[in-house]
């Protein structure tokens, strides 16, 4: 079974998280949307709103599960089966930031990583910015998957 960590802190999960997954559902089994907890970052939701909201999303899904970690993403990778770490990328720097953190992953545990480039139209969406827009009042519905429920 081809498993595959998607990390991430998700606050929130935008359009292009979506496509990320939907697009690693082609050629991997299954899925778990790790939702990374750092106590450095201040976040919008809380972690667990931001388990329930993906998990409402994919319910109904057996290839994708949901789950809040601590620590580093590969330890978590490992301690669920998974071979690989899936990831986005939007730009040079996020791939540069990426290549180091995938060598490390690959020496420590030989954990693969597979980077997904952002579909075009959606490269300058970021959870972020989608937080800004939210603090200043904004709809930001368009930068999120259809059926995702914030306000659960």
């Given at each position: 079974m081809k498993r595959a960590i998607f990390p991430g802190t998700f606050d929130p999960f935008t359009i292009?998280?979506?496509?990320?997954?939907?697009r690693a559902l082609t050629f991997m089994d299954e899925i778990i949307i790790g939702i990374g907890v750092n106590e450095k970052k201040h976040t919008w939701f809380p972690t667990e709103k931001r388990v329930r909201m993906i998990e409402k999303l994919y319910a109904g899904n057996p290839r994708i599960r949901?789950?809040?970690?601590?620590?580093?993403?590969?330890?978590?990778?490992?301690m669920r089966d998974a071979r690989f770490i899936i990831?986005?990328?939007r730009t040079v720097h996020d791939f540069e930031y990426e290549e180091t953190i995938a060598d490390i992953n690959r020496k420590l545990a030989g954990i693969e990583t597979i980077l997904l480039f952002t579909e075009?139209?959606?490269?300058?969406?970021?959870?972020t910015i989608v937080r800004e827009l939210l603090s200043y009042g904004?709809?930001?519905?368009?930068?999120?998957p259809?059926?995702?429920?914030?306000?659960?």
């Open positions: 292009g998280h979506y496509s990320v997954v939907e949901v789950e809040a970690y601590n620590g580093l993403t590969v330890d978590f990778a490992c990831r986005g990328i075009p139209e959606l490269t300058a969406i970021s959870s904004k709809d930001v519905s368009s930068f999120l259809a059926d995702l429920d914030i306000n659960i």
